[in-house]
């Protein structure tokens, strides 16, 4: 299986995603700067990944079962601290960050949503990427690895 990845910050680079025996292997196609010149069909499925996907091995984890499933996108842990603030900017109440989860990439997508995306904004904004598509990402789990070894 071959699946096009979209490494989105500032510029976009480009991967294949090789999966063979279990083992994910990243092949680097090019970097872009402009998504117009995105030379795939407007309805070519492909991963994207931005600042919020996890670090390696959990990132192989969690592709591996996000291509295998049918949800769209993933969630991580929040960690930092979530406060509610009133009109005026004032903390009116320090919130649980264990009850909540953020979304976050590797999430599914297609060429056309990233260049219509990008049509719109100059920057990337995974929030606003979801935003604009929520009905496309209506389907989402918590992709958590079974387990996953990390050498020190």
């Keep these: 299986m071959q699946i096009l990845v979209l490494e989105v910050n500032s510029s976009i680079t480009l991967f294949n995603l090789n999966e063979e025996s279990g083992n994910l292997t990243f092949e680097k196609i090019n970097k872009i700067d402009n998504?117009?010149?995105?030379?795939?069909?407007?309805?070519t499925q492909c991963v994207i990944l931005d600042n919020t996907a996890p670090e390696e091995p959990k990132l192989s984890v969690v592709l591996s079962n996000l291509i295998s499933s049918e949800y769209k996108v993933t969630t991580n842990n929040v960690t930092n601290a979530i406060k509610k603030i009133n009109a005026q900017g004032q903390i009116v109440e320090h919130l649980d960050r264990e009850e909540y989860t953020r979304l976050s990439t590797p999430a599914k997508t297609n060429i056309g949503m990233i260049k219509t995306y990008f049509d719109k904004y100059n920057e990337?904004?995974?929030?606003?990427?979801?935003?604009?598509?929520?009905?496309?990402?209506?389907?989402?789990?918590?992709?958590?690895?079974?387990?996953y070894l990390e050498s020190k």
């Design 124 to 147: 990337w904004n995974l929030n606003k990427f979801m935003l604009e598509n929520q009905e496309y990402y209506d389907k989402y789990q918590a992709l958590e690895p079974e387990v």
């Design 35 to 43: 998504p117009q010149f995105l030379d795939y069909s407007d309805s």
